[in-house]
């Protein structure tokens, strides 16, 4: 499917100077680029009126299914200015596919996969000069679609405003990778099978505010969820997935049952592991066992997982009965190394995940 972007560049966009100072600190999700992209859905139209325009605000009803009913989806992903100088993302068509099945859960019209990679690179071209220089620096882009019709009905919507903005973040963790405490909530879960636990939408975050909260107040970065039957397996964070380095060198994570988000950084750690020698199992995770086995010392690393933090290692896991601590190590950090390696374009691009915008 071909559609052209109609480009109307924005008539009073940021200096360069103020630009300059906005990109010295931006810290994440605070700063945002001169343009955005937006696309229309309508039942029996089809996808119309793409265009990539000065960002602003979007003009909504009271009426919007969206605002009552919460059908939305989003996606994130980097784009980066890697090592030759071009600009690039990293695996956007596995963004751009995973949207689709988000949509599908949502009962969303399904965004063509060309028209999704070509709204980002419509944008980074545009807004290019907002991508950080620095190292650890890149520009953050956030496709995201909802459910426009205006109607109080319960039903799928048939209409939908697609819309991509852009935000250019500094470094996730400045002066050094820090471990991340987490707080292992036993009171709330984010996912029960059959739910939507796999779709990238806004309602699952909604959702994971008050355990989020709760880890806060406990000192803690980031919840972990367990599964929504027992509780007792592990299925991810909020916003991250989890691995758990043992020291026979298996990297075990818990298996995409459809109550845990498919990260990309999740698929792309498992395919570098792999390359490296390592053994990953992809299998039920109790919390029992995360327990007795970082005390018994044969778990030996565990990490966190996500295109923002890329990867982190694990530090404090708290609940309300008890705490240990784990420390980071080498497996973490050589993962880390090796996929930030790739999409910075330092090394050799192998499993031809590096999208080139320019
Ligand atoms: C986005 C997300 C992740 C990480 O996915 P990436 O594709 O690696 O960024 C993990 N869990 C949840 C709940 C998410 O929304």
């Known amino acids: 499917m071909s559609i052209d972007f109609e480009i109307h560049p924005n008539p009073q966009p ?30 029996g139209k089809g996808w119309y009126d793409a265009r990539v325009e000065a960002r602003g605000p979007i ?40 949207f689709r099945r988000s949509a599908e859960r949502m009962a969303m019209a399904q965004l063509p996969e060309e028209l999704f990679l070509g709204s980002l690179d419509a944008l980074v071209r545009l807004d290019r000069q907002w991508i950080p220089t620095d190292e650890g ?7 995201f679609m909802y459910a426009s019709e205006v109607f109080l ?42 739910g939507t636990g796999a779709a990238k939408c806004g309602g699952n975050y ?8 709760e880890a806060s107040e406990h000192g803690c970065d980031q919840v972990v969820f367990l599964d929504g039957v027992e509780r007792r397996y592990v299925d991810e964070l909020g916003g991250m997935n989890v691995f758990f380095v043992y020291d026979d060198g298996t990297l ?11 990260g990309i950084t999740r698929d792309s750690v498992i395919t570098l592991a792999r390359d490296q020698g390592l053994t990953v199992v992809e299998r039920p995770y109790s ?34 009965d008890g705490e240990f ?11 880390r190394g090796e996929l930030v390696d790739i999409q910075r374009g330092r090394v050799a691009d192998r499993h031809g995940w590096v999208h080139r915008v320019s």
Not at 300 to 310: D, I, K, P, S
Not at 325 to 335: A, D, I
């Open 14 to 43: 940021v200096s360069d100077i103020e630009r300059a100072a906005l990109l010295t600190d931006p810290g994440f999700g605070r700063v945002f680029t001169d343009h955005m992209v937006t696309v229309r859905y309508a039942e």
């Open 252 to 262: 075990v994570t818990p298996a995409l049952t459809g109550t845990i988000l498919p």
């Open 59 to 98: 003009a909504i009803d009271p009426a919007s299914a969206v605002l009552h009913y919460a059908q939305e989806i989003f996606e994130g992903l980097k784009a980066y200015h890697a090592a030759d100088g071009s600009i690039t993302m990293f695996r956007p068509d596995a963004n751009a596919a995973r």
């Open 206 to 213: 909604a959702a994971s505010l008050s355990a989020q909260a």
């Open 153 to 194: 009905g319960v039903k799928p919507s048939s209409e939908y405003l697609y819309v991509v903005i852009a935000s250019p973040v500094g470094a996730y963790f400045k002066g050094g990778v820090k471990p991340v405490a987490l707080w292992v909530s036993q009171e709330y879960t984010r996912a029960a099978p059959g």
């Open 325 to 335: 601590t784990m420390t980071g190590g080498e497996v973490t950090e050589r993962l």
């Open 287 to 320: 919390f029992d066992e995360w327990k007795a086995d970082a005390a018994s010392g044969r778990l030996r690393e565990a990490f966190a997982c996500g295109t923002a933090a890329v990867i982190t290692p694990i530090g404090r896991v708290a609940w309300p």
């Open 137 to 143: 620096g890149s520009l953050y882009l956030r496709p």
